[in-house]
């Protein structure tokens, strides 16, 4: 039954049919990752190990190469990291406790990022959420099964996020029972200034190597909350804050550079097979729901109602320099172009034209334009069905 669990766990996890080496839809460590021999040797031998032989081969070689540090189960603290690799400077540290049942774990991250040497490697694993909840069902008969998973998203994945139940939680709990999914733990990693070079699955557990590439983000830590505030480009290249309800897991927005590696652009100019967006939100996004507390920007004066969509830096660097001009001689809008056309652009240069197209026009005649803009979107809705993306 463990087995078949861990089956269906990466099936649901990564959308692709089950195989010991993980998914093929992220990053798969190759020569042209590591340059130090002892490293890629270490990384060969581990990779391909289960979750016990993992720990097992750690626990035998842990004093055999000076390359390498493994950060016990009991000392995986802040502090003790501190301690462990100060002026060690090691090629490669494994944290053999689970990232899951970690307290501090950004804290963590952020000790291990600043104990290494750019281009250092840190090995972690974990636990996912599908995996506990599969458990759950496999345990329980139906009605009982739906109560206690319930309860589980509730305790351990909404609670640790709030902040007027934070405290309570990790008084009672320690945060050593935890629930992330694989998204979360990517986004972690890249916040705390890693790079993830290898992730895979293998009989149930999430494993991840990562190298280390800058410093750490300095923001403040991602909210759980349902209203999420994003910095998106605005009008002379400004900063701006948008409002939305949140559509994806927490951390997403760390991995956007990796998901645009990996997962390449679709219809419209959206990442395909986006994995960051939970099925909640996908309804959210079907419904137009996911941008209504947009409209406070626009009452506030950040948009306007018809106009280009305000994007991400990451996002944002990938336009031409042509269209970065002419996007910041304008506000950015709550409906974009792209649901004016009739046939929907379907890569990033045509959603590029279809905006150029627009700001040309609205640079010559603002308001009439707009107008067009508007009842043209509005009758793509209504009647061609088209909803936000």
Known sequence: ?????????????????YTEQGTDRGAKLSEDHVENVEVKEILDITSHLSPKEW???????????PIMAVIPLST????????????????IVFFTRPMHTLQKLNECLYMANEM????????????????????????????????????????????????????????????KNRTFSRVEILGRLYRAGFEV??????????????????????????????????????????????????TMFTYSEYIQSYIYQYQHLEI????????????????????WLDELPMVWNLLRGDIKL?????????YF??????????????????????????TSPKTLEEVQESERRYLVAYLEHPFKTDWRYLWGIVGNILFRRKHSA
């Open 1 to 17: 039954m463990k087995k078949a669990l861990f089956r269906l766990q990466y099936e649901l996890d990564s959308n692709q049919p």
């Open 55 to 65: 720990l097992k081969w750690l626990s035998v070689n842990k004093d055999l190469r």
């Open 76 to 91: 995986l603290t802040p502090e003790a990291l501190n301690y462990r690799l100060n002026d060690k400077h090691p090629k």
């Open 116 to 175: 290494l040497d750019y281009g250092s490697y840190l090995c972690c694993h974990s636990m996912t959420a599908l995996l506990k909840r599969k458990m759950i069902e496999a345990t329980y008969p139906w009605g009982v099964r739906q109560v206690v998973a319930g309860s589980q998203y509730l305790w351990h994945r909404v609670c640790p996020k709030l902040r007027f139940t934070r405290k309570l939680y990790f008084a009672l709990t320690d945060g």
């Open 197 to 246: 070079v290898d992730e895979q699955f293998r009989q149930g557990e999430f494993f991840v190597t990562a190298r280390k590439i800058k410093s750490p983000v300095q923001d403040t830590e991602p909210t759980g909350s349902p209203i999420i505030h994003l910095q998106r480009k605005g009008k002379n290249g400004k900063d701006i804050v948008v409002h939305k309800f949140r």
């Open 268 to 287: 419209g100019g959206k990442f395909k097979d986006d994995y960051r967006v939970t099925a909640w939100g996908r309804f959210l996004r079907k419904v």
């Open 306 to 314: 018809v106009g280009v969509r305000p994007l991400s830096k990451q």
């Open 317 to 342: 660097n990938l336009y031409s320099t042509e269209m970065q001009e002419l996007r910041s001689r304008t506000k950015p809008g709550l409906l974009p172009p792209f649901y004016y056309e009739r």
